[in-house]
């Protein structure tokens, strides 16, 4: 079987729906980011929207911060996740309660993160009257530099989880048998690690990162709740450019961020799929 | 031996540690929402579940809505991923590369369009314009088609041999198969759901409308012991799904990368 | 472990359903109607009369009526700061719009109210039960008041035309009680002289004796009459609940026993239908529910144990109202307490009999083989 006419009428009804409403607004996108003016007004005008938005200092501080995000963040939450999964990995069973709490703080609502950021980190919050107690000087946590680090780890937090559970998935498949033999062998951790573990683990990883680059533009959801539309300078994402452009009806600007959004991840995820396909091949 | 059971301990304490950073938000919510103005008081519970039906109805709505999201999107991606899975035409890893880009896309990415689009379509202010799109989210295919590439293909041939149609290999085959991804799917798609923020905002014209999720993070009640009754109601749905299905989930995500 | 979860989430499941409905109704019941005043020019000031006043935790305080939004859409009352207005001997100066004069119970803050412009008017019997020792003397009563019976701590005012919904304040409106002297001694200086404009008039106001608490014995007998609805729900939920109970050892082996737990969801169902039937019948006057939740037993007891002590000295002293009114509350009461008793009792024979039978017929099949 498999042929093409019923491959093709299998996969027609989810094509057909994110044709329609995910495709379609993205080529609405693309146009917008071509053209200026609104209304009846607009008029195609090439890459000039383009050359306009690389010099915009809040695009390039967006643009900025997010990758600042993104580069702290996910190396931090899979070494995290990953340091977490070969921990369980011997013990696995032993820990079978610790399997399932590791999704809690994924299912926590958005409103219950928030009210949780708020009891810890606000100025009369957890933190300042635990400092006081020590004696050492309250600070005002949601604004400024560390800002950014109580985003990271509400982040690792609420994700960490998530990408524990694929890791470990991944883990669990590798047979106990070659890690016996590399004892055997007078292996130590590290070379176990580099030679056994790793070389078996690229299709997790990989799955690993793209639910927590998901995961990561989700965290703008709480990051909005706390700081509204204009929040500090550290935490100023790309999706609050892309807010902001709505609300003052500058689709132009919208449309460009996101296409260079994509450009990035496409390149990103391109690259890395393309190395870990190669890495399968080479292990098949 | 001594080494080894120093790292147990070690990795028995630090799995303590972690389990406690894990749950003691939830506890300090769950014991916070029985204090309020400084005394023990069930008054806020009274209030959320008996005293006003606003926040019940909102429930209801929110659980409707992502109900409809999904078991919708467990069927087109059943579908779909079995059709990426096992089915050879043209084009296939293109189109699942792209569809797993356009998975990883933040919503503020195509929600204005969206809104341009749902607006032509009729549909806006309704709460289809709420789960047609995320009916259709790629999600679960992607999940779907890892767990249904797992089948042999020897079984799948054996039944063809044997004159079964693709409906009838789906439904006695492959799903029973694969209840773990399927239930992965279904969980992931309806916390998507639940836990939705900005369509609602976008496409919905007034607060009376608005899921609980939405309505309670955008807006919330002047009254904090209220707020955290109403967190604790938005998690028990996702703690039932969860404790129901906690054995076929951990499974499903393990399943959706063995290829 | 998804058994068990399955079986707790059925009961919370019907929680959720039940609530729903329960707050729907709640909602509605705990809505107080309320008559609301617009301040009258004097002179320069706009004044309010002094009975607007309502006597809440925090002493004598005003209401104002206020359309909220989001969480708190629809109109509601709050309590107005006390720097707002200001009292004098026999009247209030509001500078504000609107305010509370009359509602049917002691509004909650920020809760919704129902504002009603022109009640009914029907005969009524309402019940004075004295805040101390004896009642106070009576003022001059409206025409178409006029006692029934008095004793020393209570009386019963026969109405020809009553205002429904009944207002308390009303009722001491159009039976007011003679008005004592103010004791303005603390204010006096060394002669005796009072200097008018320091007097602090609402402790003046807070201090002066209260009329006697009022009832309405056509609310009352409203109430009774709900009560055996009420004790018909009661015994329907704890009947869910018995069977509830009784069906962990049913789900335990779910398999043979399908027929029977299939039966157990219907029930589960039905009962929902017909709380929901019966929540919609009973209509409850607001003058005899609590200000603040609608379970507060603390109130109840002490509002019925005052209202039937009168009512049984009354019916003692001869009063043929006061007996009839005790009389029927007693059999609608034990009605009440019946069916709130008999539902769980057969809920739980049924319950025992079901698990009795699924044994015997497990070790009849076990003889047999």
Redesign the interface.
């Known amino acids: 079987m498999r042929k093409k006419s019923s491959g093709c009428i299998l996969i027609a009804p989810l094509v057909l729906g994110c044709l329609v409403f995910y495709l379609a607004p993205f080529l609405l996108v693309l146009r917008f980011s071509f053209s200026a003016g609104s209304g009846k007004s607009i008029r195609l005008v090439g890459l000039e929207n383009y050359q306009r938005i690389l010099r915009n200092e809040s695009f390039m501080l967006a643009f900025g911060n997010s990758l600042k995000f993104f580069a702290v963040g996910l190396p931090l939450i899979m070494v995290f996740a990953y340091l977490i999964a070969l921990l369980m990995q011997k013990q696995a069973d032993r820990h079978k309660l610790l399997k399932s709490v590791f999704l809690f703080p994924y299912i926590m609502p958005v409103a219950g993160t928030v009210l949780l950021v708020d009891l810890l980190f606000s100025e009369a919050g957890l933190l300042n009257s635990l400092l006081g107690a020590l004696g050492l000087p309250a600070g005002d946590w949601l604004a400024g530099p560390s800002a950014f680090w109580v985003t990271i780890g509400l982040y690792l937090w609420k994700n960490a989880g998530y990408a524990v559970i694929l890791l470990l998935a991944g883990l669990i498949t590798i047979p106990t048998e070659q890690y016996e033999s590399a004892d055997l062998d007078g292996a130590n951790t590290w070379q176990r690690f580099f030679y056994i573990t790793t070389p078996q683990m690229w299709y997790s990883v990989f799955f690993a990162l793209v639910f927590s680059v998901i995961n990561g533009f989700k965290c703008f959801r709480e990051i909005f709740l706390i700081g509204g539309q204009e929040p500090g300078d550290e935490i100023y994402m790309l999706q609050h450019f892309i807010n902001n452009s709505f609300e003052s009806m500058n689709y132009a600007s919208l449309s460009v961020s996101s296409i260079l959004l994509l450009a990035v991840i496409l390149i990103f995820f391109g690259l890395f799929y393309g190395f870990v396909e190669r890495k399968e091949a080479y292990r098949a | 031996m001594r080494e080894k059971t120093a790292f147990?301990r070690v990795?028995?304490g630090?799995?303590a540690l972690?389990?406690v950073?894990?749950?003691a938000?939830?506890c300090?919510?769950l014991l916070?929402s029985f204090w309020s103005q400084g005394k023990v008081s069930f008054?806020p519970y009274?209030?959320v579940?008996?005293?006003?039906?606003?926040?019940?109805?909102r429930?209801?709505r929110s659980l409707g809505i992502s109900l409809c999201v999904g078991l919708g999107q467990l069927?087109?991606?059943v579908?779909?991923g079995?059709?990426?899975a096992?089915?050879?035409?043209?084009g296939?890893n293109a189109?699942f590369?792209g569809?797993?880009?356009?998975?990883?896309?933040?919503?503020?990415?195509?929600?204005?369009?969206?809104y341009?689009?749902l607006g032509q379509l009729g549909l806006l202010d309704s709460y289809p314009a709420l789960i047609?799109?995320l009916?259709?989210a790629?999600l679960g295919?992607f999940i779907l088609r890892q767990s249904f590439a797992s089948i042999p293909d020897s079984i799948?041939d054996a039944a063809?041999l044997d004159g079964c149609g693709?409906p009838r290999i789906l439904l006695w085959i492959a799903m029973p198969m694969n209840v773990s991804g399927l239930v992965c799917a279904f969980l992931l798609s309806f916390?998507d759901a639940?836990?939705m923020?900005?369509q609602p905002i976008a496409y919905l014209r007034n607060?009376?409308r608005y899921p609980l999720?939405v309505?309670?993070?955008?807006?919330?009640?002047?009254s904090m012991a209220i707020?955290?009754v109403?967190?604790i109601l938005?998690?028990?749905p996702?703690?039932?799904l969860?404790?129901?299905f906690?054995?076929e989930?951990?499974e499903g995500?393990?399943?959706?990368?063995?290829? | 472990m998804k058994r068990w979860v399955l079986w707790v989430s059925v009961l919370a499941a019907w929680f959720l359903v039940f609530s729903t409905l329960f707050s729907l109704r709640v909602e509605q019941w705990m809505v107080p109607s309320v008559i609301v005043a617009e301040p009258r020019t004097e002179g320069f000031d706009t004044v309010l009369t002094l009975d607007c006043l309502f006597d809440t935790e925090e002493g004598l305080s005003l209401f104002a009526p206020y359309e909220g939004a989001a969480w708190e859409a629809g109109t509601r009352v709050r309590i107005i700061e006390p720097a707002s207005y200001q009292l004098t001997q026999d009247r209030i100066q509001f500078r504000g719009s609107l305010a509370v004069a009359y509602a049917t119970k002691l509004p909650r803050p920020d809760a919704l109210v129902d504002v009603i412009v022109t009640p009914k008017w029907e005969p009524d019997t309402w019940l004075a039960v004295a805040r101390e020792d004896t009642l106070p003397e009576w003022g001059a009563l409206d025409r178409r008041a006029s006692i029934q019976t008095q004793t020393e701590q209570e009386a019963l005012l026969a109405l020809e035309k009553a205002p429904v919904p009944f207002m308390e304040k009303r009722a001491w409106g159009m039976a007011p009680i003679v008005r004592q002297e103010d004791d303005l001694s603390p204010w006096a200086d060394e002669s005796g002289n009072v200097d008018k404009k320091a007097v602090d008039w609402l402790a003046v106001e807070a201090a002066r004796q209260k009329p006697p608490r009022f009832y309405s014995l056509n609310d009352l007998s409203q109430w009774t009459a709900q009560m055996p609805k009420m004790g018909l729900g009661a015994g329907l939920v704890l009947a869910f609940l018995v069977l509830w109970g009784f069906s962990w050892p049913l789900a335990r082996d779910w398999r043979k026993n399908s027929r029977r737990l299939a039966i157990s969801a219907l029930l589960t169902v039905a009962s929902l239908g017909v709380l929901a039937g019966l929540l919609w019948a009973i209509e409850l006057p607001s003058s005899l529910l609590p200000s603040t939740h609608i379970v507060d037993f603390g109130h109840y007891t002490q509002e019925f144990s005052a209202i039937f002590r009168a009512l049984e000295r009354l019916a003692a002293a001869g009063d043929v109202t006061a007996a009839d009114a005790v009389s029927q509350a007693n059999t609608r009461l034990w009605l009440s307490l019946a069916s709130a008793a008999a539902l769980p009792l057969a809920a739980a024979v049924l319950g025992l009999g079901q698990v009795l039978l699924g044994s015997r017929k497990n070790t009849h099949s076990q003889e047999r083989t």
């Open positions: 147990r990795s028995g630090f799995a972690l389990s950073i894990f749950l938000p939830f300090y919510v916070s008054l009274y209030d579940f008996w005293g006003q039906s606003q926040y019940m109805l429930f209801w069927l087109v991606s579908l779909a079995f059709g990426f096992k089915c050879r035409f043209p296939r189109i590369f569809l797993m880009i356009l998975m990883v896309l933040p919503v503020q990415v195509t929600l204005v369009p969206n341009i689009m047609l799109p009916i259709f790629p295919a799948i063809m693709i916390l639940w836990n923020v900005e607060f009376e999720s309505a309670l993070a955008y807006v919330p009640p002047t707020h955290l109403c967190c938005v998690v028990l996702c703690l039932f969860f404790a129901f906690n054995r989930l951990v995500i393990t399943l959706a990368e063995v290829k």
